[in-house]
């Protein structure tokens, strides 16, 4: 899961595609200076509130 990553406050960019990670987004809602994120191809099962976060935070810089 992602839960090592809860409070990177300087992260800006995270490219986890194609790996096997489930859970939620939960921990990356702390990850402030985050400008892009690249998720495909995992077994992640966000909420639709946490889409809804990052969709409209990241815009087009988030791939599910």
């Not at 990670?21 to 200076?33: D, F, I, N, Q």
């Not at 998720?39 to 988030?62: C, G, I, V, Y």
């Amino acid at each position: 899961g992602l839960e090592p990553l809860k409070g990177c406050i300087a992260l800006k960019l995270l490219n986890l595609n194609i790996n096997q990670l489930t859970g939620g987004l939960e921990p990356l809602k702390g990850c402030t200076a985050l400008t892009c994120l690249y998720l495909s191809d995992n077994k992640f099962t966000p909420s639709e509130a946490d889409l809804a976060h990052f969709e409209e935070k990241l815009k087009f810089n988030f791939r599910m």
